[in-house]
């Protein structure tokens, strides 16, 4: 590593145009004459949403302690034992009907990362009305991660990023009388406020690498047609930044904005795809029609994100809690939703179980690109903690005990990865929230229906 | 899909014992049976007793009752798990409740099962007691406590307890104190600093059943071999035929605050002026009367005697009621006619 006297600022972008593209952690960000120790290597937090929970006998392992063979869900998960830690017995008690009758799948997802029920906002559609005619205003409660993008989110581009794949509807009833901001948000900014997420491709790489709002129509108008790279417009930063580099930051620099050109040149693809195929989808345009594809390109760039440190926090809600989508790419066409009311029926379960299979598949694709990603003192992995989890169990029977919850990465050396922790029933999720709050360095004293921290969670 | 609930149900009980003594299994079953009748529902019961035992035995007993109880949360007839301490005293086992856990039926199996086999099965207390109020109507639900303070201590240091506590629980019935002469009684010996806490801090009216109330009344055996006989097993016969030798008549404390806590109109017992009760540092109990306390206690009325007594074995010993659930329990008991072998006695 060349040692300057002067380090690079950790923010340093590279800007053109109205448009900033962030960097990854440099060698040449180390400040002068610190003898390797980076700044900061931050913790990263990010908490994967599935819908309709899994089938557990293909989720639970038989056993506690170090992780050994993985059951048929996880095993794509394999060459990641020693990164990751599997939770039983959590509970997301706001999930249950308590007082409220149907609607698990709003509660499941609209207080996953509060801990409270939220409040019925019409009466319960399934007995009637489906108009969608809101009698009450959304209630439901301040997100685990906003938490900590209140307490951190000042040190990044963004506070926290909203990233989903399928449905960003906010009005109308989605679930026995729960309106669809329940239904359709991870992340809520307060009681009153959810943060809907991005689904287009396109619009979360606007966000990320420059404010389109940013462009003069012409410019905008010049780059369409002649499809440049958005690296095009900062062609000039980046040369000046390649003189100020040693080798390894200029390789690692070269790799980073190939990846972030690779991205940029699979959307457009897509948005070539979606305009030739399927230009008559509910679908925002340039979204891929292919859940692999497009949970890859939004995953790509979280890990982008996660890299030059444009925010620390994000929430991923893969699909609608209560999705009907069909996965023709393999092999089942059938709605989501409808196979996981099984009533036993085998068929239908190993439908689902192949559903739960390539989520899990599409997710650990993910994880080894972010083991990939090599930081100062280990991958970005290791600086993560992923929380890949559901709102609900047993999709057939709407169970909100013994969640499928499964944390990836090492948050830094703060999590004691490599096992299976199974917690005594009951106990509230919110409690391996407050845990992660830590690891983020955000301290409180309470938060949600936990009761204190989850116990030998961390090394 | 479970209908939004829009009548008050009966009201929700929450039992939390130290299972110390066949009264405490009795007054399980006394609420039980009152869950029969559809008088109250047994919400959530808990242990304050650190004994894996104890909880298990919990469990079979409302396994036992498991086609009459509505501690259902959610829907399909899941009740949440039993609550259990993992520290403080009272760790020992006592025969009433590990003799019913090994006797065995014909086949060789557990005559009474249990999915509890580790501390895991079970539930944090304040977690279960929580939750259990979340599925509460506002102002409808009673807490019994037959033991130390120490369970209801840890709700009430969990985040927004007592704001739950306030709009939920209707009123607390504790099984200790003293008001009259004499010594501190065993159930706030055992954690007084919880004690102290519960008296100060709670944020509604208690009822306290003082040791004085202890023993007034006695169980009578006859009832054991009498009334229950309907089963060919029974979990709180076999308690207390394991917690003396037969024939003998448990002095009873616990069913007191249980009968009071769902009948509290009925005149069963009277009732001290209102008051403010301390706990002292030696675990005696203070009375201090005021119009505006929020304490009473409860005074034994030898008028009512046989009424309480009637009411006791009737209720405890009544068959429970089948309801309809859309999915059976698992390892529900099926109340079978078969030759059931009693454990030998070492």
């Given at each position: 590593m060349?040692v300057?006297?002067?380090?690079?600022?950790?923010?340093?972008f590279l800007?053109?145009m109205?448009?900033?593209v962030?960097?990854?952690l440099?060698d040449?960000?180390?400040p002068?004459?610190?003898?390797?120790?980076?700044?900061?290597t931050?913790?990263r937090?990010?908490?994967?949403y599935?819908?309709i929970?899994?089938?557990?006998?293909?989720?639970?392992p038989?056993?506690?302690?170090?992780?050994?063979?993985?059951?048929r869900?996880l095993?794509?998960?394999?060459?990641?034992?020693?990164?990751?830690l599997?939770?039983?017995n959590?509970?997301?008690?706001?999930?249950?009907?308590?007082?409220d009758?149907?609607?698990?799948?709003a509660?499941?997802?609209?207080?996953?990362?509060?801990?409270?029920?939220?409040k019925k906002?019409a009466?319960?559609?399934?007995?009637g009305d489906?108009s969608?005619?809101?009698?009450?205003?959304?209630?439901?409660?301040?997100?685990?991660?906003?938490?900590?993008?209140?307490?951190?989110?000042?040190?990044?581009?963004?506070?926290?990023?909203?990233?989903?794949?399928e449905?960003?509807?906010?009005?109308?009833?989605?679930?026995?009388?729960?309106s669809?901001?329940?239904?359709n948000?991870?992340a809520?900014?307060?009681?009153?406020q959810?943060?809907?997420?991005i689904?287009?491709?396109?619009?979360l790489?606007e966000r990320m690498?420059?404010?389109?709002?940013?462009?003069?129509?012409?410019?905008?108008?010049?780059r369409d047609?002649?499809?440049r790279?958005?690296?095009?417009?900062v062609?000039?930063?980046?040369?000046?930044?390649?003189?100020?580099?040693?080798p390894?930051?200029?390789?690692?620099?070269?790799?980073?904005?190939?990846s972030?050109r690779?991205?940029e040149?699979?959307i457009q693809?897509?948005?070539?795809d979606?305009?030739?195929?399927?230009?008559?989808?509910e679908?925002?345009?340039g979204?891929p029609?292919?859940?692999?594809?497009?949970?890859?390109l939004?995953?790509?760039?979280i890990?982008?994100?996660?890299?030059?440190?444009l925010?620390?926090?994000?929430?991923?809600?893969?699909?609608?809690e209560?999705?009907n989508?069909?996965?023709r790419e393999?092999?089942v066409?059938?709605?989501?939703?409808?196979?996981?009311?099984?009533r036993?029926?085998?068929e239908?379960?190993?439908r689902?179980?192949?559903?739960?299979?390539?989520?899990?598949?599409?997710f650990?694709a993910?994880?080894?690109?972010?083991?990939a990603?090599?930081?100062?003192?280990?991958?970005l992995?290791?600086?993560?903690?992923?929380?890949?989890?559901?709102?609900?169990?047993?999709?057939n029977?709407?169970?909100h005990?013994?969640?499928?919850?499964?944390?990836?990465?090492k948050?830094?050396?703060?999590?004691?990865?490599?096992?299976r922790?199974v917690?005594?029933?009951?106990?509230?999720i919110c409690?391996?929230?407050?845990?992660?709050?830590?690891?983020m360095?955000?301290?409180?004293?309470?938060?949600?229906?936990?009761t204190?921290h989850l116990?030998e969670?961390?090394? | 899909m479970q209908?939004?609930?829009?009548?008050?149900?009966?009201l929700g009980?929450?039992?939390?014992?130290?299972?110390?003594r066949?009264?405490d299994?009795?007054?399980?079953?006394?609420l039980?049976g009152?869950?029969g009748?559809?008088?109250?529902?047994?919400?959530s019961?808990?242990?304050?007793?650190?004994?894996?035992?104890?909880?298990?035995?919990?469990?079979?007993?409302?396994?036992?009752?498991?086609?009459?109880?509505?501690?259902?949360?959610?829907?399909n007839?899941r009740?949440?798990p039993?609550?259990l301490a993992?520290?403080?005293?009272?760790?020992?086992?006592r025969?009433?409740?590990t003799?019913?856990?090994a006797?065995?039926?014909?086949?060789?199996?557990?005559?009474?099962?249990?999915?509890?086999?580790?501390?895991?099965?079970?539930?944090e207390?304040?977690?279960?007691t929580?939750?259990?109020?979340?599925?509460?109507?506002?102002?409808?639900?009673?807490i019994?406590v037959s033991?130390?303070?120490?369970?209801?201590?840890k709700?009430?240091?969990?985040?927004?307890?007592?704001?739950?506590?306030q709009?939920?629980?209707?009123?607390?019935?504790?099984t200790?104190?003293?008001?009259?002469?004499?010594?501190?009684?065993?159930?706030?010996?055992?954690?007084i600093e919880?004690?102290?806490?519960?008296?100060?801090?709670?944020?509604?009216?208690?009822?306290?059943?003082?040791?004085?109330?202890?023993?007034?009344?006695?169980?009578?055996?006859?009832s054991?071999e009498?009334?229950?006989?309907w089963?060919?097993?029974?979990?709180?016969a076999?308690a207390?035929?394991a917690?003396?030798a037969m024939?003998?008549d448990?002095?009873?404390?616990?069913?007191?605050s249980?009968?009071?806590?769902?009948?509290?109109?009925?005149?069963?017992?009277?009732?001290?002026?209102p008051g403010?009760?301390?706990?002292?540092?030696?675990?005696?109990?203070r009375?201090?009367?005021?119009?505006?306390g929020r304490?009473r206690?409860?005074?034994?009325?030898?008028?009512?005697?046989?009424r309480?007594?009637?009411?006791y074995?009737?209720?405890?010993?009544?068959?429970p009621?089948e309801?309809p659930?859309?999915?059976?329990r698992?390892?529900?008991?099926?109340?079978k006619?078969a030759?059931?072998?009693?454990?030998?006695?070492?």
């Open positions: 060349i300057t006297q002067k380090a690079l600022a950790r923010r340093t800007r053109g109205g448009l900033s962030g960097l990854p440099l040449s960000m180390v002068a004459l610190s003898f390797g120790k980076t700044p900061e931050p913790v937090m990010a908490f994967v599935v819908p929970g899994a089938i557990m006998e293909h989720w639970n038989t056993y506690t302690g170090a992780l050994g063979e993985l059951p869900i095993k794509p998960m394999e060459p990641f034992r020693k990164e990751m599997l939770l039983g959590l509970t997301h008690n706001g999930g249950r009907a308590l007082l009758g149907g609607g698990d799948h509660r499941a997802t609209g207080g996953y990362l509060s801990g409270v029920q939220p906002t009466e319960d559609s399934s007995y489906r969608g005619g809101n009698t009450a205003a959304i209630k439901a409660g301040i997100t685990a991660d906003q938490v900590v993008a209140n307490k951190i989110g000042g040190k990044t581009r963004f506070a926290s990023l909203e990233v989903g794949l449905d960003a509807q906010q009005a109308g009833n989605c679930d026995s009388g729960y669809c901001s329940y239904t948000n991870l809520w900014k307060s009681a009153t959810p943060l809907p997420p689904l287009e491709p396109r619009a790489f690498f420059g404010d389109s709002a940013g462009l003069s129509p012409e410019a905008r108008d010049r047609l002649y499809r790279s958005i690296l095009d417009f062609v000039e930063d980046s040369k000046k930044l390649q003189t100020k580099v040693g390894s930051d200029r390789r690692k620099l070269d790799q980073y904005l190939t972030v690779e991205v040149q699979r693809q897509n948005e070539k979606s305009r030739q195929i399927d230009p008559g989808m679908k925002p345009g979204t029609g292919n859940f692999a594809e497009h949970f890859k939004m995953s790509d760039m890990t982008i994100a996660f890299q030059a440190d925010t620390r926090t994000v929430t991923f809600i893969v699909g609608r209560g999705s989508r069909t996965y393999i092999g066409p059938e709605g989501h939703h409808n196979l996981t009311h099984h036993n029926n085998p239908m379960i190993e689902v179980a192949q559903i739960n299979c390539y989520h899990m598949r599409t650990a993910w994880m080894e690109k972010m083991k990603a090599k930081e100062a003192d280990g991958t992995l290791d600086n993560s903690m992923i929380v890949y989890g559901s709102g609900i169990a047993d999709g029977r709407h169970t005990e013994d969640l499928p919850t499964m944390i990836v990465g948050a830094g050396g703060f999590l004691k990865s490599g096992r922790i917690y005594r029933r009951e106990t509230p409690n391996l929230y407050l845990s992660m709050m830590e690891g360095g955000v301290h409180e004293e309470h938060f949600g229906d936990a204190g116990s969670l961390t090394a | 209908p939004r609930i829009t009548e008050k149900p009966s009980i929450i039992f939390d014992s130290a299972l110390s066949v009264d299994a009795l007054a399980m079953a006394l039980y009152l869950d009748k559809k008088e109250e529902r047994l919400v019961v808990s242990i304050s007793r650190p004994n894996l035992k104890a909880a298990i035995y919990s469990d079979i007993v409302g396994r036992f009752y498991a086609g009459a109880v509505s501690g259902a949360i959610g829907f007839g009740a949440l039993v609550g993992l520290s403080g005293s009272m760790k020992e086992d025969p009433f409740f003799e019913p856990l006797k065995v039926g014909a086949d060789g199996k557990p005559a009474y099962p249990s999915d509890i086999k580790h501390d895991l099965d079970t539930a207390v304040a977690a279960v929580r939750n259990a109020l979340t599925a509460q109507w506002d102002d409808n639900t009673t019994v033991g130390p303070a120490s369970n209801l201590a709700v009430l240091a969990t985040g927004g307890a007592k704001d739950w506590i709009r939920k629980v209707k009123s607390l019935v504790f200790g104190g003293r008001f009259a002469e004499g010594p501190a009684d065993e159930n706030i010996k055992a954690d919880s004690a102290k806490r519960l008296f100060a801090e709670w944020p509604g009216s208690i009822v306290a059943c003082g040791a004085e109330m202890d023993g007034v009344i006695a169980y009578p055996a006859a054991i009498k009334d229950y006989a089963s060919p097993a029974h979990p709180v076999d207390y035929r917690g003396g024939p003998w448990a002095p009873l404390w616990a069913m007191n249980a009968l009071y806590a769902v009948r509290p109109k009925e005149g069963y017992f009277k009732m001290s002026e403010t009760i301390s706990v002292l540092d030696d675990g005696r109990t009375f201090t009367p005021s119009a505006n304490h206690y409860l005074i034994f009325d030898p008028a009512q005697k046989e309480i007594l009637k009411a074995t009737e209720i405890a010993s009544a068959k009621v309801k659930q859309r999915v059976p698992p390892n529900q008991v099926v109340l006619p030759e059931v072998k009693q454990p030998e006695k070492q």
